[in-house]
Structures are given as structure tokens and as C-alpha cells.
């Protein structure tokens, strides 16, 4: 259990907030029977979910989520299916790793990881890396929260400027970015079909 907040160290311990973890009450209810006067009732159940900041030493437990949203991207892209489908969840993290600062929150449904969202700082540089929820738990608040409190931790290492990159194909996901306040700033072409799109300082991109 990781509670205080410390520098990141050779063994990869991370720089997390005090905030260990959180409880949310998610958006929509559930439907129940009630029989015993033969009569339907709906009973409104306000269902939770358990946030936590996990370290770089427990990423592992996002492995399957990664490449849930590495599959996403696979299947949205156009031009760069050949780089998600030689991407893997060891190359990306060792890049992310590799940053000043490193947090991980993960949304838990009954032990289940269903979400996920990694945010690291670089310099001045504050980025949200990686975002993903279950399709089943998508429409309830679940990814608005998890980049709420990436942005809160971001806001609290002072870095100059935010950013999050959207892989080619997804650009769905402009708008929900856009609720928070994010605004395209550049856009990056490339022609290369097989590497890493390198903008940002050759840092590579989101997934
Ligand atoms: C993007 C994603 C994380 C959103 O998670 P979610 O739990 O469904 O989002 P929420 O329920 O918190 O939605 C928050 C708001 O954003 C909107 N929203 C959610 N996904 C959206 C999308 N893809 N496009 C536009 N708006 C979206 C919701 O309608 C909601 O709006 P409201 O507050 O006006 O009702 C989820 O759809 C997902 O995992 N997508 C696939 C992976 C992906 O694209 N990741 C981002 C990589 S950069």
C-alpha cells in the first residue's frame, strides 16, 4: 500500500498522490423485480466503483486493458494497422516508465479492473498517456472520472501545458477530451507505416 507522496526511485516505486483510492457512484440504476405483490417495481440501486492509484511496480495489472484498447486502435486505424499490430504492452510501458512522473488509476468493479488511466509529467510536460474502459461500463462516468483525477494530479505537479494524443481512426473520442477543456494544438501526419507516430519529441503515441 503506497500512501504518501515520494519522488520515483531506481525501483521504479511511483510519485503518487496521497489519494490511494476513491469510491464513485456510477451514472444509471439497476431494474428489480419485486414479486411478492406481483407487482413490477423498479428499485433505483446506486451502484459504486473503487478507484485506485496504482505504482509503476503494479502496471502489470492493466496488461489485458492495454491491449484492449491496442485491439480498439487496430481496428479503427486506417493507414497504421501494421504499428498496432506489432505493438506491445512491454514496449509502451517501457517508454512511459521511463518519464519523471508516473501514476495509474484503475477503476475496480468487485475486484475486476474495468478502466484505466495512466498519466506521466516530463519536464514541464504533463500528459494523459492512456485511457481505456470496458465497453460494458462505458456511458457511466467511468472515464470522466478516471481523467478528473489525472488531470487533479497533473494540475498538482505544476506542469506548463497538458497533453493527449488521439491515434488515427479514433477521433471519436475528440469531443470527450473536449469537455475537459482540450484543444487540438497540432496536428501530425506521417508516412512511415510501420513506427511510431513522432511528434512530441519522438515520444510515442497514445496508446
Ligand atoms: C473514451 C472512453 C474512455 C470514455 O469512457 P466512458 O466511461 O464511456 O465515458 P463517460 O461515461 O465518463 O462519459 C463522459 C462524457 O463523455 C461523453 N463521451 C464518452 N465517450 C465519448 C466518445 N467516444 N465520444 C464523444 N463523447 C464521449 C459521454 O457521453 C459523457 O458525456 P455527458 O457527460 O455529456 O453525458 C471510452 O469510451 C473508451 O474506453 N473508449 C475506447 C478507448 C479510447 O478511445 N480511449 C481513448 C484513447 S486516447
Keep these: 500500500m503506497i500512501d504518501t507522496e515520494r519522488p520515483a526511485t531506481a525501483d521504479n516505486t511511483a510519485y503518487l498522490t496521497p489519494l490511494r483510492s476513491a469510491q464513485i457512484p456510477l451514472r444509471g440504476t439497476s431494474d428489480t423485480l419485486n414479486r411478492r405483490k ?12 473503487e478507484i485506485e492509484a496504482i505504482s509503476r511496480g503494479e502496471i502489470n495489472s492493466i496488461k489485458i486493458l492495454w491491449e484492449n484498447l491496442n485491439d480498439h486502435h487496430l481496428s479503427k486505424s486506417m493507414y497504421f494497422k501494421d504499428h498496432f499490430s506489432k ?8 517508454a512511459l516508465v521511463k518519464r519523471d512522473r508516473f501514476i495509474a488509476y484503475v477503476a475496480q468493479d468487485s475486484c475486476d479492473s ?18 481505456f474502459v470496458k465497453g460494458a461500463y462505458r456511458g457511466q462516468g467511468v472515464g ?17 501545458t497538458i497533453r493527449v494524443s488521439i491515434a488515427e481512426g479514433n477521433e471519436q473520442v475528440l469531443d ?10 497540432l496536428i501530425v501526419m506521417q508516412k512511415t507505416h510501420n513506427i511510431a ?5 519522438g515520444k510515442a503515441c497514445c496508446p
Excluded at 176 to 185: I, L, Q, S
Excluded at 197 to 201: E, K, L, P, Q, R
Aim: proline content about 0%; glycine content about 8%.
Design 87 to 94: 505493438f506491445t504492452f512491454e514496449k509502451r510501458m517501457e
Design 114 to 131: 474495468v478502466g484505466y488511466c495512466i498519466a506521466t509529467v516530463d519536464g514541464s510536460i504533463g500528459e494523459i498517456d492512456s485511457l
Design 197 to 201: 507516430v513522432a511528434g512530441n519529441g
Design 38 to 49: 406481483n407487482k413490477r417495481c423498479i428499485i433505483l440501486i446506486e451502484r459504486t466503483m
Design 144 to 160: 470522466e472520472k478516471l481523467v478528473t483525477l489525472a488531470l487533479k494530479w497533473l494540475e498538482e505537479q505544476d506542469c506548463e
Design 176 to 185: 470527450f477530451y473536449r469537455k475537459f477543456g482540450f484543444a487540438e494544438r
